[in-house]
């Protein structure tokens, strides 16, 4: 039996230079001002030009992703209704001290707690006071059982 040290199972990770990183420090390259949408806004566009284009008698073209993609909004967008996906919207829009990726995701996480709020998107942190926050996700949760 050979005493050879084995090869390691994985390798190591490498990182681009100017990777995209979502975490205390945003840094999103060419995504960074780009308008971004709720898993909820999401899946209404998404819906929307669907039933227009069946409407329309139009070619679909829906392809097992356009399916899949679907099927993952269906299963995570939190919010069904039009109306408070759109009251979501209101919600946020006033925060400007976030940035549109931190705002799209607080309207899709839904979190229950500024804590977990934060835990989950670090960039939060000195953003917004827990007590602002709180009172946010609140807000949002009045329309989740709406």
Known sequence: MSDQAHAPTA????????????????????FQDVDTLTLSEASLVINALMTKRRKDRKERNETDI??????????FARFKQKENVEAVERLLSPHKELTKFERAQIGSLCCDSAD?????IPSLADKISDEDLQELLDEMGKLLSA
């Open 116 to 120: 977990e709020c934060k835990t989950l």
């Open 11 to 30: 390798r190591s990770r490498v990182t681009a230079p100017e990777e995209d990183v979502a975490e205390e420090v945003l840094k999103l390259g060419e």
């Open 66 to 75: 356009l399916n899949a993609t679907l099927d993952y909004l269906d299963a």
